[in-house]
């Protein structure tokens, strides 16, 4: 399974890698921005995309955009995770197409859920961090 999580911060980026490396044998490939996740996309088949929405040069919402318009990645589930989550907030990145939205903050259990209701091959189990 392979995963391209888009977030400017490191930590963020690292914190999702090790909540999916717990999750199952996940493959993470990072983006620090909108810009280098639209480099990667085509040039890669991902199972998921989780991005943030506040980016520098493109920011999440333009991402989910681009990908719901893209033949190779339109149907990728999409999880948007912001500190942005105002039921508007929400609303709108349902609306363009992104298929689960999490508030940051959020516990390892709460992303490892919304990956196990994207992913279908991810486990119950996995989506516990049962041993």
């Given at each position: 399974m392979k995963v391209l999580v888009v977030d400017d911060s490191r930590a963020m980026r690292a914190y999702v890698r090790g909540v999916l490396k717990d999750a199952g044998p996940w493959t993470v490939v990072e983006a620090s921005s909108g810009f280098e996740a639209l480099r990667l996309l085509p040039r890669e088949a991902f199972d998921l995309v989780i991005t943030d929405i506040n980016m520098p040069d493109i920011n999440g919402l333009e991402l989910?955009?681009?990908?719901?318009?893209s033949e190779r990645q339109g149907r990728v589930p999409l999880l948007i995770v912001s500190?942005?989550?105002?039921e508007r907030d929400r609303a709108r990145v349902l609306e363009l197409g992104a298929d689960a939205f999490l508030a940051k903050p959020f516990e390892p259990e709460?992303?490892?859920?919304?990956?196990?209701?994207?992913v279908p091959s991810v486990s119950a189990k996995d989506a516990r961090g049962d041993e």
């Open positions: 989910v955009r681009f990908i719901r318009r500190t942005l989550s105002s709460d992303l490892r859920g919304a990956v196990a209701g994207l």
